[in-house]
DNA sequence: AAGTGGTCTAGACCACTTG
DNA sequence: AAGTGGTCTAGACCACTTG
């Protein structure tokens, strides 16, 4: 399976912002001169354009043409951190329990939201993570074997999942949605928390610049973690 | 300048959904399928599944179809929207019950988040909003005088406390945190839950360029409710 | 008038999943 | 084998912006 020409034709953009050939405000080619250029058919050229500016990389107008988008500054509310490192921050010690590390097949939603196929195997982590030796996180995660192979060599208890995750596959984008759900039998055990008791459930998908990277479902006490965030206008 | 033959296709799939013709997980016609039945070609049905895609309501897998995604509500933690547009733009009705809109004094938490002297008057609103009827927010917010002098004198069936207050004094700044509670008594009624169901708590502060604008704490039930996120790095 | 992006067609071949 | 989505072509007409 050869690499799509319109992801060709996006790469070479990419490459020629990230050289600083273009610079943000640029003209680049229109679909024309691209389809040209790189001896495709219009659309096909056309696709690399609208994927570039779904992405932010371009802006386009008609008429006009397309032009490079300034860097969108990253905002310190959507920062995905390493938990470990947070705690770290806040002056606590962090530890962790690692209560599974193994290899699985995928359901079919999981292999849905991974790019796998279903059955095909996966790597599965459960991990509890401390503060100051009280349990603030319940991590549940499922990993693409081709973004990182070794994943179950790994120790975790020194090196966390995400930290090691971000080394292996650099983290190009991040989906995720919060929500609160009630505390079962699991959670309550394993987070010293009563059953029913109100969770946080953050559902996270990262992806690397090679596809999906991994899915991971982080639990936390409602009475101990909360979110937030600090917005500029 | 006529809708687009693809925006069609869109908002007819759209709205069986919304209708519950088409539920979570429930297949829905293929290209080819749609092709035939909008009498258009196979290029601009696909573009229609391409951005139901991508806009989180189906989900496509090559060899299998596209299908019905979950269609819980996801609004991004990191904008600021008011209810209202969002639910509008959902492409459902807004509709909400004005519970209380007084003047009261600030205790000594509320006069230090706000910025005012203990004692001093202050607006106060509680209102639920309601998602085609059904109750997804409980509002309630602490306001101050001096930005938004004329705050009891809205009518907020119409207009938004958010909406209002963006006008008057436009948002330069935000601060929030999300956190995980259960409904009391109060909250279970006026939302029409279950005691002790999960729920999320968003409690914002937001700034205009001449100081702290108001304090919102806005419940929602666990259950009909998600914040999301898209982060690119 | 010439160039841009926006919409659309009617085909084609492919990889993938299921029966 | 039949159906699905993924990629791609070589055309077309359109609305929009600029010289």
Redesign the interface.
Known sequence: MSTPRYATIKEALRSQISQGILSPGDRVSSENQLAAEFSVSRMTARRALLELA???VVLRSQGLGSFVADN?P??S????RDIAEEIAQRGHQHSCHVLQQIETSADSTNA?QLGLKPGERLFYSEIVHMEDGVPIQHETRRVNPRMAPDYLAQDFATNTPSAYLSAVAP????????????ADADNAATLGTEK??????ITRRTFSERGVVSLAVLI?P?DR?????????
Chains 1, 2 share one sequence.
């Open positions: 779904e992405d932010g969108r990253i905002s509310i959507t920062q995905i849905l983290l190009t984008e991040a989906e995720q949605s919060v929500e609160a759900t009630l029913n008791s109100a969770c946080l459930k936390h409602g973690y909360r979110l937030g965030s600090h917005i500029n206008y």
